[in-house]
């Protein structure tokens, strides 16, 4: 794998997060689901593990990025899975709405798994780090674009969480938004 | 409070964005920090499972 595939594959991922990241928001603000504190803590590693992409994508592909990856996702899975633990009897309620028969941190958990397979399956193939700091000199096109939307969603996310919880740790109901009463 | 994982995120994107990367990766892993630590005070109860 050359590092020019390897930065395009990057960005592709780093806007699929992106993706996952504009589907929660458009769940919270469309539908008027706010994010619990676990919800809120899965958003964050989701953005862990995307900076991890666009670590790779300022400064081309290493392992360091990619282990910077794989451990955010790994904190997201193990607070899905807990998430998961809580709802898993039946009659013990659930949070949140459902897609497709899957509750969300049923899916954050799946999605999780796949950051951390799809990180190495990519940590496969070692041409990608020959090109050193060449590699990516600046960001154009799709990586900035994906960098750029990725830094809004990160940004955003913190402020709607300081509008939902204000300084203080979330309830774990939120029906509003504290500093919007 | 709950909201410091990813302010620490953003100011890593702004020092990679700036070419400082030992600054970015220092800020994340400290994003990374605040989130295992908020998990853990919201991680309290013990889930009612026989493992």
Known sequence: MTPALSLRLNALGLFAINAVLLFAFAD?????????????????????????????????????????????????????????????????????????????????FVIFMLIVLGTAVMLW?????????????RLTGLSLAAFVLFTLLALGNGVSTVLECAGGLCPDNPTDYLLLR | MMSIPFFFVVAALAAAWSGYRQASVVLCAAGLLTLLVLF????????????
């Open chain 1, 125 to 137: 193939f070692d041409g990608q780090f020959a090109g050193g700091e060449d590699a990516a000199k």
């Open chain 1, 28 to 108: 919270q603000f469309l539908l008027n689901d706010l994010p619990c504190p676990l919800c809120i803590l899965q958003r964050a590693a989701f953005v862990v593990a995307g900076f991890g992409l666009a670590l790779n994508l300022r400064f081309g592909p290493r392992p360091s990025h990619y282990a910077v990856m794989i451990i955010g996702a790994f904190a997201g899975a193990t607070i899905a899975g807990r998430q998961i633990l809580i709802h898993i009897v039946p009659g013990t309620g659930s949070y949140g709405g459902a897609l497709l028969g899957l509750h969300f941190y049923s899916w954050a």
């Open chain 2, 40 to 51: 853990r005070l919201h991680a309290t109860d013990t889930l009612g499972l026989a493992l």
